[in-house]
Nanobody, 134 residues
Framework: EVQLLESGGGLVQPGGSLTLSCVASGFTFSNYDMSWVRRAPGKGLRWVAGVSAGGGSTYYADSVKGRFTISRDNAKNTLYLQMSVLNPEDTAMYYC???????????????????????????WGQGTQVTVSS
């Protein structure tokens, strides 16, 4: 059974930091490009960051560039998102999502950034809530 289990969310004050984790099981994690996406209250799904299957390349949405860091440990089947300088606009449910690593004409992270529903990814988790508030 495929499973992506996020953790690490919570309530944090503006300017604070959090690190999210996503543990994968049931598929070959190292064969998948991984993304973090989020859905804010009343808003659509937004791609946040992505890391290539081997971990050598990372990509970010402009809104989080310089504040968030995505990484992965393929030996532990785990994806991470280090978030700093958080602001209320970062409040959202955060999901990890997987896409199989395959040759495509359009870079995979650009395709991922265009997805508006979780089911457009191969696999996705149940999410972890991040709330930034004083």
């Amino acid at each position: 059974e495929v499973q992506l289990l996020e953790s690490g969310g919570g309530l944090v004050q503006p300017g604070g930091s959090l690190t999210l984790s996503c543990v994968a099981s049931g598929f070959t994690f190292s064969n998948y490009d991984m993304s973090w996406v989020r859905r804010a209250p009343g808003k659509g799904l937004r791609w946040v960051a992505g890391v290539s299957a081997g971990g050598g390349s990372t990509y970010y949405a402009d809104s989080v560039k310089g504040r968030f860091t995505i990484s992965r440990d393929n030996a532990k089947n785990t994806l991470y998102l280090q978030m700093s300088v958080l602001n209320p606009e970062d409040t959202a449910m955060y999901y990890c999502a997987a896409d199989v690593d395959a040759p495509q004409l359009t870079p995979w992270y650009k395709l991922a950034s265009l997805k508006t529903e979780l089911h457009e990814f191969n696999y996705w988790g149940q999410g972890t809530q991040v709330t930034v508030s004083s």
